[in-house]
């Protein structure tokens, strides 16, 4: 569930996120709902997809944000805009989990 009807600060932005092994572009609409990701370096490079997701507010400009994937995987960021941080928790299609930390920024 999103934190309230207001638009995350995030909305109608672009950021990419660089993992140890995983590059991604998360593209998030300005209706606050959906976003659009590309992995562009990595094991999964080439996925693309438009997901529905949720957000919730941590302290600052950290926030939670999750979906799941049309291929069923599962993906949770803790994302600190501010700091240019991002932490990444995924469980992907064949059900292995990964951890990430790595950075964010706007593009």
Partial sequence: ???????????????????????ALNAYDEDGLHMRYAITEGPYAGATGEVEYTWQPIAGDTYAISWQEADRATVVHIDDFAAGTSRSFFTAPSLDFHRLDGSLRAV
Avoid at 1 to 23: C, I
């Fill in 1 to 23: 569930m999103n934190a309230s009807t207001q638009r995350p600060p995030f909305a109608g932005k672009t950021f990419e996120v660089r993992y140890d092994g995983l590059t």
